[in-house]
């Protein structure tokens, strides 16, 4: 007898979100299947930061249902909440480090607020992190100040990692960063992907990003998730946002055609 498929990571069924009297999103669809990295890009004003913060349950959808790991967290007591929280794991675009900590203190926050461990098992679960994305052990040290861009953002998917989540959010990770140090940040997302199976949904503009390692994309538009599906298909869709987006001269450029 063949095993059950995994849920679905994320499953979101008719959401509507809105603040005040603004509609930001209505009758949103969305399933992000487990081990995929999803890409979702959409341009401004469409709500993916807002998207991603009504997931991650730092917004009240209007209406609609919310399913993380087939847990409808919607209708979910604080308790079950919680526990599906300690699953994610969230980088946010420019790190969010507190400037007073070390990157070992950084790193170590969500170990210190959800599990109760004596300091020797911090200490190691930090080295071990810092070693998953990268980082040499003297980084653990320093302040986020005495750090590159690009350091700060391994640090922050490090303190995302540190509670061994199944899904992370990557919210612009490549932001800043130059090509170089965007690509080695891909690569290490791909390599987290391929050898942990975790699941990534990441909020991106970075076309480089959308074509090196994306499974599938998300095109948020017109309040709702338009289309999602492998690059390879959206450069066929008749939508002028699309077509502007994946068949412009950057969209060409990340392709490898003529710009």
Known sequence: MSARPPP?????RGLRTAFDRQLIHDRLDLEVRAGEILGVVGGSGTGK???MRTLLGLNRPYAGSIRLFGIDVTAADDAMRRAVNRRLGVLFQDGALFGSLTVAENIAVPLREHARLPPAAVEEIVALK???VGLPQDAARKLPAELSGGMRKRVGLARALALDPELVFLDEPTAGLDPIGAAAFDQLILELNRRLGLTFYMITHDLDSLHAICHRVAVLAEKRVLTIAPIAELRRHDHPW???Y???PRGRAALGGAA
């Open 130 to 132: 810092l070693a998953m």
């Open 49 to 51: 930061s807002v998207l």
């Open 246 to 248: 994946f068949g412009g």
């Open 242 to 244: 699309i077509v502007e």
């Open 8 to 12: 679905p990571a994320i499953s979101v």
